[in-house]
């Protein structure tokens, strides 16, 4: 059984930054490529970024690209989001998930595990 945990969400002003973390169960996980999602209220859950099993390619949403950096670090089996930037329509619950299906990155149809989600809201 694999269990996601993120961390880091908050309350912070547009144009600052956060860090988010999950950190991963199970001895497998730098077998898997790694994403991040985030869900507003009423709309569906958007495909943010995605990191292949050992960091070396890295996939953004363009609404993100050049703000957040996903990173990942096998040894603590955890995944980063780094945002910085940010903007009040970035306001969402964000959730990591596990790939089960490199050609569906971008999909949530192509994600297993889930984490619980951790909110962050962006002041203007």
């Known amino acids: 059984q694999v269990q996601l945990v993120e961390s880091g969400g908050g309350l912070v002003q547009a144009g600052g930054s956060l860090r988010l973390s999950c950190a991963a169960s199970?001895?497998?996980?730098?077998?898997?490529?790694m994403g991040w999602f985030r869900q507003a209220p009423g709309n569906d859950r958007d495909f943010l970024a995605a990191?292949?099993?050992?960091?070396?390619?890295?996939y953004y949403d363009d609404s993100v690209k050049g703000r957040f950096t996903i990173s990942r670090d096998n040894v603590r089996n955890t995944v980063y989001l780094q945002m910085n930037s940010l903007k009040p329509e970035d306001t969402a619950v964000y959730y990591c998930?596990?790939?089960?299906?490199?050609?569906?990155?971008?999909?949530?149809?192509?994600?297993?595990?889930w984490g619980q989600g951790t909110q962050v809201t962006v002041s203007s």
């Open positions: 199970g001895r497998t996980f730098s077998a898997y490529a």
């Open positions: 998930a596990r790939n089960k299906d490199l050609g569906l990155m971008r999909s949530s149809r192509g994600y297993d595990y």
């Open positions: 990191i292949n099993w050992s960091g070396s390619s890295t």
